[in-house]
């Protein structure tokens, strides 16, 4: 069974860093493309991030782009999301889901969510 495990949320202050993990079980990562999405409350799902399985291509939305920075370690399955200067209005759930290529929109496993609080 296809798991994603995201971890690393919490509450930090505008300005502050928090990085993100989203760990597989169940299956080898390094065939797939992982995304990260985020949903505030009230507002739709928005995708911030994508790295591609093989690692060599990522992309960021305009929102994140500068801030965020997205990595991956098939050898600990697992992929990463830095955010360094986080604002308020990152406050949000952050998920990853494992796709086979960044903007599919097909995804084979989700993550829970972590939530990600920025306030002082």
């Known amino acids: 069974q296809l798991q994603l495990v995201e971890s690393g949320g919490g509450l930090v202050q505008p300005g502050g860093s928090l990085r993100l993990s989203c760990a597989a079980s169940?299956?080898?990562?390094?065939?797939?493309?992982i995304g990260w999405f985020r949903q505030a409350p009230g507002k739709e799902r928005e995708g911030i991030s994508c790295?591609?399985?093989?690692?060599?291509?990522?992309n960021y939305a305009g929102s994140v782009k500068g801030r965020f920075t997205i990595s991956r370690d098939d050898a600990k399955n697992t992929v990463y999301l830095q955010m360094n200067s986080l604002k308020p209005e990152d406050t949000a759930i952050y998920y990853c889901?494992?796709?086979?290529?960044?903007?599919?929109?097909?995804?084979?496993?989700w993550g829970q969510g972590t939530q990600v609080t920025v306030s002082s």
């Open positions: 889901a494992a796709e086979p290529r960044c903007g599919s929109s097909w995804y084979d496993a």
């Open positions: 169940g299956f080898d990562l390094d065939y797939y493309a």
């Open positions: 790295i591609s399985s093989d690692g060599e291509s990522t």
